[in-house]
């Protein structure tokens, strides 16, 4: 297991349980994103658009983290 795929998973650990389920939605999410924009539903779309306006912010605001995220 990676690095990354160790800090992953000690930030999804943090979560509560009912949570769990969006994550890994958001993951599957991310992963049709980036191969295939024709197969992605329409209503996914502004999901994209939130997502990348929440990494920008996320990005800016980089300082307040305890640095494992990087750009």
Known sequence: ???LEKIIMQEI???P???HADVLAFIRYL???STDQQKMPEEW???QGWFEHVL???RTHQDQY???VKS
Request: charge should be neutral; charged fraction near 40%.
């Open 1 to 3: 297991m990676t690095y």
């Open 13 to 15: 650990a943090t979560l």
């Open 17 to 19: 349980e009912t949570r």
């Open 31 to 33: 992963k049709m994103s």
């Open 45 to 47: 779309k502004e999901i």
């Open 56 to 58: 920008k912010s996320i």
């Open 66 to 68: 305890d640095g494992d």
